[in-house]
């Protein structure tokens, strides 16, 4: 317990320092949004119009402590100020709109990925020497090919060649969003060509991670120990030389989590998907401050937060961890 008190102390001190960061960057830019509004406008907007942009936006004269008490008031809302691109919907609101299409493809890709590449990983080191040998340079070959050059050859062979599969969007626009068996199909069909191009792109990082993990293990004396008691096969593969080479994988997997809240900008551009990558590209191409400013500040805490699970999780895997942590 006290190894999980002391790394929650030491996120929440983490989580500060994001926020404040987050704070300062867009105060310290030249210029603020309401001047790109106005400027947009060609300047046919009143002062009293001005003012009143100013204060939907949490724009002040007052001192910088003032409005980062402010901003912490209004963090502690929820309220993440106004979008520009989507004026006058708040940023909390388009990032909840945006959120769940990033965690259901980038999410669900990630799992998938982690867990036929380790998978993959555990039993090319188990049969090094086979046929599982191949699956190496076969998944590097797809691995050295850029994220973008996958998605447009997928593109291009089994959306405009074949006609096989959907190229952009995240459903037909003749459907209203819904929990219905048509809709939720229609989701997944429009979602198979750009899951396809990260499980593909991802597959090898796991794949050879986990197998070269697994061989340096594979040569510990415990392992061979088990093995001379007599131990399946299965288990000692499992239990005794997987269980300890997946640690690594394990770091990575949960930093990867984090990352998926930041969604695969180039997958969801190139697709013109809905998520939570293509909605910042949309912010920086229109200069929408608070917007970035909102993203970046779920995508940081995301990110600590799969951190922390990460920590917690090697708590679980690890038990010289919790002996050491209780010291």
Known sequence: MRFV?????????????????????????PGDPVDLLVDRLKGNVDPAAIASLREAFGLSDADLFTQYVDYLGHLFRGDLGRSISFYPTAVSDVI??????????????????????????????????????????????????????????????????????????????????????????????????????????????????????????LGEDYVTLAQAKGLSRLRVMTMYAARNAILPSFTGFALSLGFVV??????????????????LYQAVQNEDFPLMQGLF????????????????????????IRIGGAT
């Open 96 to 217: 909840a709109t945006t959120l769940p299409w990033t965690l259901g493809l980038i999410g669900v890709c990630t799992v998938i990925s982690f867990v036929l590449g380790t998978s993959a990983g555990i039993v090319a080191a188990w049969r090094r020497g086979g046929w599982t040998d191949l699956l190496v340079p076969s998944t590097t070959f797809l691995h050295s090919i850029p994220y973008f050059w996958m998605a447009l050859l997928l593109v291009f062979v089994f959306g405009v060649l074949l006609g096989w599969l959907p190229i952009s969007g995240a459903y037909d626009t003749e459907l209203a969003p819904s929990l219905s068996g048509e809709f939720l199909g229609n989701v997944a069909y429009h979602a198979l060509l750009p899951a396809i191009t990260i499980v593909v792109s991802s597959i090898a990082g796991w794949l050879l991670g986990m197998r070269n993990m697994m061989i340096t293990t």
């Open 5 to 29: 008190a002391r790394r929650l102390g030491l996120y929440l001190v983490i989580a500060w320092a994001a926020i404040t960061i987050n704070f300062l960057i867009p105060r310290l830019m």
């Open 262 to 279: 930041g969604g695969s900008m180039l997958t969801e551009v190139i697709f013109s998907y809905p998520g939570v990558g293509y909605t």
């Open 297 to 320: 500040l779920v995508i940081s805490l995301s990110v600590l937060a799969a951190n922390l699970l990460a920590d917690l999780g090697y708590v679980l895997l690890d038990p010289r």
